[in-house]
């Protein structure tokens, strides 16, 4: 029976436009159909980092011996194998050779801005120039040279099967389109409230304070059309969030070494400046909330920085604490009242920190920036919250070979998933910057191939 296309992509983002390319390449006829008006989704919004191991990069910055072995090992490491490790080593081991594939296709990295990423050592951070834009920009190029169809504007409402149970194409409302073999790359589901609700309970607890920083088009429904034709969710509960104050949404990923931040027991419970990678568990294990604690002199010492432009500023501290959104007072222990602190951990806390400001040394978790002391009214508390969301990583349970897995572990014929649709490749905790396009990027791609390749053997 004639087929429209051999493969049809729903999402234009990095992974649906690596895999528009990738399948193209194998000779596929392709659709991409997207819900937005122009292509790229979150992606296109992304700074496009690319987490990977062993590339010419790292050589040209003389970093030599880095493997896909020493990055999985990290990796599972770091996710406490928390992670499907199948999945993850195909991501390390393809990491390298499909950054090389996007080089040739003209996305440029250099070693000069190459980076240590996340909580490692070793830099694998490849931020690539012009941003994830440009890497939307330039893999839209190729697509469009390689005569592959977009239909933009239009969301894809379900899959098309069989008798069998193989996925056969899909249905945009009344209309139909027939293929080989879908790809799901819709991304994930930031911009869906009752999704949040179901699967990120943690995002979903920091109410009102949560935004999501990806595109309108986030809604989920890459899972959603998996799941109703029998595809598995797998990473409850996973998602990138980032500490913010809350004064406006304005995305800062940092916190500055002058402050402290403590639990409701008053104790701190980390460096302050530690990476965001790891902050917001750090929050989560506190409950959900710390409070950032500071005097006088420090407030108003805090002056606009090219990292430190809406928050942490004087002006601004000032201006919140009049409007009764910061906590201040005269007193450590009237502080700790007006904040549900514990008073007598709070200021023992700060009498071990103005002696370690004294001897300058952070002897509780060896923070390395400048400090201030805490002693010099008045006092103010901020509370702080992991409530910015970037990216989730609950979604379909996938192979290796990007396959979407139903609930005895095999994979549904003709679907595919890449991309932040998928939910078993994150952990608790993220990888670190580029952990998340790098695989959209490395998935697609395989997922373009893999697709093409099932889609022709219908035909053999």
């Avoid at 913010?244 to 701190?268: I, K």
Wanted: glycine share 14%.
């Amino acid at each position: 029976m004639a087929r429209d296309y051999d493969v049809i992509i729903v999402g234009s983002g990095a992974a649906g436009l690596a895999a528009a390319v990738a399948a193209a390449d194998e000779g596929a006829s392709v659709l991409v159909v997207e819900s937005e008006k122009k292509v790229g989704g979150s992606s296109r919004l992304s700074g496009g980092h690319f987490y990977a191991a062993g590339t010419s990069v790292q050589k040209a910055a003389g970093i030599v011996g880095d493997t896909a072995d020493a990055m999985f090992e990290h990796y599972m490491t770091l996710a406490q194998w928390l992670v499907d490790p199948a999945v993850v080593r195909r991501y390390c081991d393809l990491s390298a050779p499909t950054l090389e594939w996007v080089m040739g296709l003209g996305v440029k990295y250099h070693k000069e801005t190459l980076y240590v990423s996340g909580v490692g050592s070793v830099p694998r951070g490849h931020p690539p120039e012009g941003d994830g834009e440009e890497v939307i920009n330039v893999l839209d190029g190729h697509r469009s040279n390689k005569g592959v169809d977009v239909v933009l504007d239009s969301r894809v409402t379900g899959l098309l099967t069989n008798d069998e149970g193989r996925v056969t194409g899909i249905r945009i409302g009344d209309d139909e389109a027939t293929c080989g073999a879908v790809i799901l790359a819709t991304g994930g589901f930031g911009n869906n409230p009752e999704m949040i609700e179901k699967y990120l309970p943690r995002a979903a607890a920091t109410g009102d304070w949560r935004w999501y920083i990806g595109a309108d088009g986030a809604r989920g429904d890459g899972i959603t059309m998996g799941q109703a034709v029998g595809g598995i969710v797998d990473g409850h509960d996973r998602a990138l969030m980032l500490a913010t104050p809350g004064f406006s949404r304005d995305l800062e990923v940092a916190l500055p070494g002058w402050l402290v931040m403590v639990n409701q027991d008053g104790r701190r419970f980390c460096d302050e400046t530690a990476n965001y990678t790891v902050i917001a568990g750090l929050l989560n294990k506190q409950g959900g909330n710390a409070y950032a604690i500071f005097d006088e002199p420090a407030r108003a010492a805090a002056k606009r920085s090219p990292q430190f432009q809406a928050y942490w500023v004087n002006d601004v501290l000032e201006q919140k604490a009049e409007d009764g959104r910061i906590f201040r007072a005269d007193t450590l222990a009237g502080l700790a009242a007006k904040a549900g602190i514990d008073p007598d951990g709070l200021e023992g806390m700060a009498e071990r920190y103005n002696a370690d400001v004294a001897a300058g040394e952070d002897t509780a978790f060896f923070k390395k920036a400048a400090m201030a002391p805490i002693q010099t009214p008045p006092f103010y508390a901020v509370e702080i919250r992991p409530a910015i969301l970037c990216w989730t990583g609950t979604g379909l349970r996938i192979n290796a070979d990007t396959a979407v897995m139903n609930k005895a572990d095999k994979p549904i014929r003709g679907l595919y998933a890449a991309g932040e649709t998928v939910g078993n490749l994150h952990g608790d905790v993220y990888i670190g910057g580029g952990g998340s396009y790098g695989p959209c990027l490395v998935f697609g791609k395989l997922a373009g191939e893999n697709a093409a390749r099932y889609a022709k053997e219908l035909n053999d």
